[in-house]
């Protein structure tokens, strides 16, 4: 089955469950992209979270010096039902950790919606999010060094170690 029906089911499916928790936040709204020519300017804040990248500019620097591929969840870590489960049940094992440490640079565009981000930062997600395409949370996208799209997916039935395997085999297709 192709991602972008699983995406569908899984986003109508999230809809009728968590009673609209799981709706994609509009693609373009005025108040999330506006900002100001100082604001355009600066870049995003660079913060650990949990040793994930939210500055994209510096993911992409960081993968460049690593020789490694970038690892970006585009998510709604705190109303994003799949998203909350792809975490709980992925990116927080150590099984996933210790093999992200080793094989990618981890960088999350997140959609908060109980959380205040700078403007910027905001920007930068919701610029990604159209640059990339996403339409639905959570995306999950192997990019190279250079932000180029290799492969998307999505949360993945399994836990950490499936999750792991799959990635490493869609890599592994990406090198030949």
């Not at 959380?115 to 930062?121: E, G, I, K, M, S």
């Given at each position: 089955m192709r991602y972008e029906a699983i995406l569908t089911v899984s986003v109508i499916m999230l809809g009728s469950a968590m009673a609209g928790e799981g709706k994609v936040p509009e693609k373009t709204k005025s108040s999330n992209v506006?900002?100001?020519?100082?604001?355009?300017?600066?870049?995003?804040e660079v913060k650990d979270f949990n040793g994930w990248h939210t500055d994209f500019a510096n993911a992409k620097q960081t993968a460049k010096q690593k020789?490694?591929?970038?690892?970006a969840d585009f998510s709604g870590s705190?109303?994003?039902g799949w998203c909350i489960k792809l975490e709980k049940?992925?990116?927080?094992?150590?099984?996933?950790?210790?093999w992200a440490k080793d094989n990618v640079v981890l960088f999350i565009a997140d959609f908060p919606r109980a959380?205040?981000?700078?403007?910027?930062?905001k920007k930068q997600n919701q610029d990604l999010m159209?640059?990339?395409?996403?339409?639905?949370?959570?995306?999950?996208?192997i990019l190279?060094?250079?932000?180029?799209?290799?492969?998307?997916?999505?949360?993945?039935?399994?836990?950490?170690?499936?999750?792991?395997d799959k990635l490493q085999e869609l890599i592994a297709k990406s090198a030949k």
């Open positions: 506006a900002v100001s020519t100082n604001q355009a300017a600066a870049k995003p020789k490694q591929l970038i690892l705190d109303w994003c049940e992925v990116f927080s094992q150590e099984i996933f950790k210790n959380v205040a981000q700078p403007d910027n930062l159209q640059k990339y395409g996403v339409e639905g949370f959570p995306s999950v996208l190279d060094a250079d932000g180029n799209l290799i492969h998307q997916t999505g949360y993945m039935k399994g836990g950490a170690q499936v999750y792991v």
